[in-house]
């Protein structure tokens, strides 16, 4: 009985290394998935910060351009202005 009391403690403390290599395996596994989650996320910034980059330089060019139209627009109302002051001279 005394050997076999050995025999089931040597199984039980193989099984127990066993389990603790499983867990450390597990252990760097789940270091290496957030290695791999901290990647995507640098990824995800460096695109989300180009995409505001780029979206500030397109806002920026839609102001420009309105601006241009409004300086358009009035140099028009003038013209037009100036073309009815003519007429009304001419008449």
Do not use: C, P, W
């Not at 989650?37 to 839609?62: C, E, G, P, W, Y």
């Not at 309105?66 to 358009?72: D, N």
């Not at 013209?79 to 009304?88: N, V």
């Amino acid at each position: 009985m005394h050997s076999k009391l050995k025999q089931e403690i040597f199984i039980l403390q193989g099984k127990l290394e066993s389990y603790n290599m499983e867990n450390e395996n597990l252990r760097a596994g789940q270091t290496t998935d957030l290695g791999a989650v901290k990647h995507n996320i640098d990824f995800a910034l460096q695109n989300l910060l180009k995409i505001i980059t780029d979206t500030n330089l397109s806002i920026r060019q839609l102001i420009s351009g309105a601006m241009s139209l409004h300086l358009v627009t009035e140099v028009l109302k003038s013209t037009s202005k100036i073309s009815e002051a003519e007429a009304e001279k001419e008449q």
